[in-house]
């Protein structure tokens, strides 16, 4: 079982509210990632991490933000969140390894809603 | 041209069948591939890495065409609980938008 955890699970909140989206992992990857599912569609990458002080922008346009102060903390926040924002959001590590490459592994997602 | 292509399904297939995938990719500098399974509202999972040589795992085997740029994953012998959408995945942070399989009894 992989450690990577993420906070809230459910989250439904109003139009206009800032939110933080929490996602730790305890393996020391050093490779981090956000991805935005909705249900039954593909993966889209929207931001990444490779370490410390390291943000990038993913293939999807996102008007959220990331930040990387910790190893093992990379939170996502929404300044202000509007109905579009509804889906799941599912955080990732990764570290390069010599038998595993660079294989992923995926909290449990944060579902929200934007009223 | 997406850079990570999967047909789609759905697969309906019955028990016991063998099904197989293919995934296509763009990049032919890339350097890892994996295939992961999602169960539905569940995170991805990872089912196997793809390995250059070709690698099994049960009744799963994975392939590497890099000529060709596709990997593949063949299922053997079907269960029920092989039901879910298998994501292809080629480096970091490329996946495919997932093929759906439904075992049926």
């Known amino acids: 079982e992989a450690d990577i955890y993420q906070t809230p699970r459910y989250l439904v909140i109003g139009t206009g509210k800032k939110i933080t989206l929490e996602c730790s992992q305890t393996?020391?990857?050093?490779?981090m990632y956000w991805y935005q599912q909705d249900p039954g569609m593909e993966l889209h990458l929207i931001h990444y991490?490779?370490?410390?002080?390291?943000?990038e922008k993913g293939d999807l346009s996102s008007e959220s933000t990331v930040s990387r102060i910790r190893t093992e903390h990379f939170p996502l926040t929404l300044e202000s969140a509007r109905p579009s924002h509804t889906s799941q959001y599912l955080c990732?590590?990764?570290?390069?390894?010599?038998?595993?490459?660079?294989?992923?592994?995926f909290g449990p997602g944060t579902r929200l809603l934007v009223l | 041209r997406k850079e990570v292509e999967q047909d789609p399904g759905p697969f309906n297939v019955p028990e016991g069948a063998t099904v197989a995938f293919n995934c296509t990719y763009s990049?032919?500098?890339?350097?890892?591939f994996f295939w992961y399974r999602q169960d539905c509202r569940k995170e991805p999972k990872l089912l196997m890495s793809?390995?250059?040589s070709g690698n099994e795992d049960g009744r799963f085997t994975a392939q590497l065409n890099r000529a060709s740029q596709y990997i593949s994953l063949l299922i053997r012998d079907s269960k029920l609980s092989d039901s879910a959408t298998y994501l292809c995945?080629?480096?970091?942070?490329?996946f495919g938008a997932g093929t759906r399989l439904t075992v049926k009894p």
């Open positions: 990732a590590s990764s570290t390069r390894g010599q038998s595993k490459g660079e294989t992923q592994y």
């Open positions: 393996m020391g990857h050093d490779k």
């Open positions: 991490s490779y370490g410390v002080n390291s943000t």
């Open positions: 990049n032919s500098a890339s350097q890892s």
């Open positions: 793809v390995y250059s």
């Open positions: 995945v080629v480096g970091a942070g490329r």
